[in-house]
């Protein structure tokens, strides 16, 4: 199949939402695109669901060792063909005319690459604390959940920084913005499915602080930080275990999975401040 436009989807563990995902892509107001599907080791299997799915656009691939998610998205990289290269994930939503909007941008000559819009669930939905909030309603998050890159570009920056186990996305954007600009569009439009966080989500994401490490070390990257301090508030939550009942005043408390979660916020806030210490010490870098 020859065409300049390529979708790629790096999964892993999402055989309930990828039904959704591949049926939105596949009602596209533009019609001539393939969708790549690279599966790293799961304990399901998405190509079950995709067996229903009989378009011809659709080229599924799995790993046969775990890659991890910066080296899945280079893989789907090399077996994409579109010179235009959309990314979403497994568990969202396209809108209709996703593909179309984000080409009106791309085929500026100027424009290396397009940013949307990524709402959870819905405009209207209200979060409660166990949900896995994923938004970014005005941009400058460059979630891979909804961007677009000309291949050139990303090709030009060496790829994703396979280093990254998160904020891989982030990384190629801002290496990105070095060479060209960035555009955000706010009618190409992803919903994420809905998710309920589990303790055992939130002690493995502690881990992800490294790659905030990264970032600063790379591009002084200074989100999320008061000076030098990363998560102000979980290191103060770290510090005196008393503030994470906090959240009981600031965030929707509706179910048991809420409420189960919230002591595991604390241990959280540990393990990310020990991650992000460990990580300083092996990139010398100064961060509390």
């Avoid at 280093?163 to 569009?185: M, P, Q, T, V």
């Avoid at 009942?245 to 179910?255: A, D, P």
Wanted: positive net charge; aromatic residues 14%.
């Amino acid at each position: 199949m020859q065409t300049n436009v390529s979708v790629i989807i790096c999964t892993k563990d999402a055989e309930k939402y990828i039904d959704k995902c591949t049926s939105s892509l596949l009602d596209q107001t533009f019609k001539d695109f393939e969708i790549v599907i690279i599966e790293d080791i799961s304990s399901g299997n998405i190509d079950t669901v995709l067996k229903k799915f009989t378009d011809r656009r659709i080229r599924y691939f799995k790993n046969e060792k775990n890659l991890g998610i910066a080296k899945s998205r280079n893989k789907g990289l090399g077996l994409s063909k579109g010179g235009y290269i959309f990314f979403t994930d497994a568990d969202c939503i396209v809108s209709k005319d996703w593909i179309e909007q984000g080409l009106k941008f791309l085929k500026d000559p100027n424009c290396a690459g397009v940013e949307g819009r990524i709402y959870y669930v819905s405009k209207e939905y209200k979060p409660t604390f166990s949900d896995h909030l994923c938004e970014n309603k005005h941009g400058s998050h460059f979630m891979t959940g909804n961007m677009a890159y000309k291949r050139s570009v990303i090709e030009s920056v060496g790829g994703f920084d396979e280093r990254y186990d998160y904020h891989e996305d982030r990384d190629l954007a801002l290496r990105i913005l070095k060479r060209g600009k960035i555009n955000f569009s706010p009618d190409m439009i992803v919903y994420v499915q809905q998710q309920t966080l589990t303790p055992k989500d939130v002690i493995h994401s502690a881990g992800h602080i490294k790659n905030r490490v990264y970032l600063f070390k790379r591009f002084g990257e200074r989100k999320l930080m008061f000076w030098r301090i990363v998560n102000p508030w979980n290191l103060a939550k770290a510090l005196f275990p008393p503030l994470t009942f906090v959240s009981l005043f600031f965030n929707r408390f509706k179910t048991s999975d809420d409420y189960k979660l919230l002591p595991f916020r604390y241990v959280y806030a540990i393990l990310e401040r020990l991650q992000l210490w460990k990580t300083c010490a092996i990139e010398r870098v100064f961060l509390i």
